[in-house]
């Protein structure tokens, strides 16, 4: 009889370590593969590129700039034009003025012209006689002041053909921001789904060491007051867990936000889809250091090219500004020739012209002198603006470098430090179950092994956000 209580006592030590060791243990990987399939972030870019709204305004840019550059070269454009002028009255034919003209435009700011007049009447006054067959006349005219070496035609064109450059680097930045969401949506949903996983895990567990410790007291293996302990850490890690439960939603559907079709609907991704796990992640970590070279430089930021671009533009409409203080001085010159039959050349002479001046000069030029006055107080804010986001550029390209050099170092440190935590919570287990330790510390070696699992996880989402930030405030976001 003694015999068989000593077994027996023997088997209960025996399953109740069994049992313990089942219970506490912890999966000594770091984060653990599962069926369900992986979004990566390069799949995400590619939706965004594909059918984001910023993504398609993007797109835009070159399409505007076109149209623009389109707009501008109108402004030399032939055109053509005829006015017609009669008056009737009591059976008389006052007058009837006929005119049809043809106007070209040339890049030096010359217009050519030719036209044709025929002109009836009783009344019609004698500087619109024409011959019976009407009046042919060709020429120029030709602006000796204003317009002489610029005008708003030539600036049209000329700032349009610089919008394109700039619709180019506009485009790129656009693109280079959107990515940049995504990248901020990506890791920060990385890290929730991974911290989430964790707590869940961690909360399985302690509930199955509450049942566990639960039963020992009932039959008497245990002090009542574990049952408290291990329930306490239940409530701990669940509240924790309802935390990162919330952040985990917002994540997702900041997420969502990004993912849209071709419709122009937003569409948000599988629910069952999860991000790299922790393992793949800490390898790709080291993979990005020789990415990481002197060809990124944040001085060629598209952002900073359209700046510079916007001055060169500024640049041109102060020229044309300046222009404005020289007198408008026209002077048109048309050789005349009557027709006879079919040619009109017959009857010409260069005796035979009609010529004409004009002239406008203000004479205080204070509306010019304030438009200069405006001209170079853009180009200075557009300049003083260039320089500043430059430096600002600059600094944040450094500082997420230093950030990214930084992580990659404690990522190391940390998944040492995860695996030594991991050792002295085994450690504490071995203790607690030949009854030389307590709940309470197994519980708190515990904690500090979720805690750093979850630090690790931030470290590896920080680290990889800063190394696209690097791309980012590169401006190389669209073609990493």
Known sequence: MKKE??????????????????????????DAQNSAPILTIEEVFDQVKRYHPMAGRAMMQ???????????????????????????????????????????????GIDLKGGYDINRGVFLGPENNTP????????????????????????????????????????????????FQTVNAYWDWFRAYHVRQILNDAVENARLRYEAVRTFVINGDRPGIDTIEANIQVQNISLSLSQAELEFVKATNALSGQFWDENGQNVGFENNEQPLDITTVTQTAKDDEPKINSSLLPESHPYLEVLRQKLLQLDLDKRLKIDKLKPILNVQYNPLSEAFGSSETTNFSINNYKW???????????????????????IQETDLMLREKTNDISIKFENFITEWRATLDQIDIFINTVELYNQMLDAERRLFNIGESSLFLVNSREQAYINARIKLTEILAKNKLAYYSIWYFAGRLPQI
């Not at 109740?16 to 089942?22: A, D, E, K, S």
């Not at 004479?363 to 170079?376: H, M, P, Q, T, Y």
Request: aromatic content about 12%; hydrophobic content about 40%.
């Open 5 to 30: 209580r000593e077994v027996r006592s023997s088997l209960k030590y025996v399953f109740r370590i069994l049992l313990f060791v089942i219970i506490f243990s912890f999966s000594k990987t770091i």
């Open 62 to 108: 070159r399409d505007f700039a076109a149209a623009e550059l389109l707009k501008a070269k109108g402004s030399f454009d032939p055109s053509a034009q005829s006015t017609i002028s009669q008056k009737n009255f009591a059976n008389k034919d006052y007058f009837s003025l006929i005119n049809g003209e043809i106007n070209i435009p040339t890049w030096t």
């Open 132 to 179: 019976d067959n009407g009046l042919w006349y060709a020429g120029v005219s030709v602006p000796l002041g204003q317009g002489l070496w610029i005008d708003d035609r030539r600036v049209q064109v000329k700032s349009a053909r610089i919008g394109q450059n700039m619709a180019i680097n506009q485009q790129q930045d656009m693109t280079n921001e959107v990515l």
């Open 356 to 378: 004409g001046m004009e002239f406008k000069m203000p004479l205080f030029l204070r509306k010019e002198r304030g438009d200069i006055k405006l001209a170079d107080l853009k």
